[in-house]
């Protein structure tokens, strides 16, 4: 201390600092809330520039009431802005059951994408019908279409005809659903025998119910 003054390196680093350090928490908050504000930047600078503009030419530059006039300056030209309501962006924060869930969707996905490649060897939507087995079972996941009206109505309550069977089996999104519901909520892992024991979907969806 000297003439009743800190002083050193330490506290100019602090005193320097100090500006960016209460932008960073401002923005802190704004982003834990789910916000964002590209602009905090330009009104610090602003708001810096009217307060020096006003303390450069006033007659009394090292007075509290000078300083606390600058302040006050620099506060209004920041209200306009924090006034408005800000545009609503998807923040990066994530509850730790909201990355929970997000981590067990990507596993299930990845799961039903190996199944589909193991039962007719690819995944998404084929440029033609695929078949098994002499036509007894259909689509990427090779259901029966028996299976599909029998889960179907099981899962949404609807009584489909075998033709509507066999065209939600060729559907790859809607036989994606289905097999998903059938594993992981009715947990009919082994209606694909050949799969599930070269893909070991056993102890993969016991893993993934273990984690959620």
């Avoid at 100090?18 to 602009?39: E, F, H, K, Y």
């Avoid at 690819?122 to 440029?127: K, V």
């Avoid at 099981?154 to 289905?178: C, I, V």
């Avoid at 009919?188 to 119910?209: F, T, Y």
Wanted: net charge neutral.
């Amino acid at each position: 201390m000297q003439d009743g003054h800190l002083y050193g390196n330490l506290i100019d680093i602090l005193r320097n600092g100090a500006p960016v350090l209460l932008i960073a928490l401002g923005m802190t908050l704004v982003i834990a809330t789910r916000g964002i504000d590209l602009s905090v930047g330009a009104i610090a600078a602003i708001a810096g520039a009217i307060a020096c503009v006003y303390i450069a030419g006033s007659d009394q530059q090292g007075s509290a009431g000078t300083a606390i006039i600058a302040c006050s300056l620099a506060l209004a030209a920041c209200v306009p802005q924090t006034a408005q309501k800000p545009k609503q962006m998807p923040g990066p924060i994530l509850t730790i059951a909201e990355a929970k869930a997000q981590v067990s969707d990507q596993r299930k996905e990845e799961i039903l994408r190996e199944l589909a490649t193991c039962e007719s060897g690819g995944h998404g939507e084929s440029d033609r019908p695929i078949y098994g087995f002499r036509g007894m079972f259909v689509g990427r996941f090779q259901f029966m279409p028996s299976t599909v009206r029998a889960y179907v109505q099981q899962r949404d309550g609807r009584q489909l005809s075998l033709r509507e069977a066999t065209d939600l089996a060729h559907d790859y999104d809607q036989a994606k659903d289905l097999a998903k519901y059938m594993i992981f909520e009715q947990g009919r892992i082994n209606d694909w025998p050949a799969c599930s024991r070269k893909l070991g979907l056993v102890q993969q969806v016991a893993d993934i119910k273990a984690s959620e």
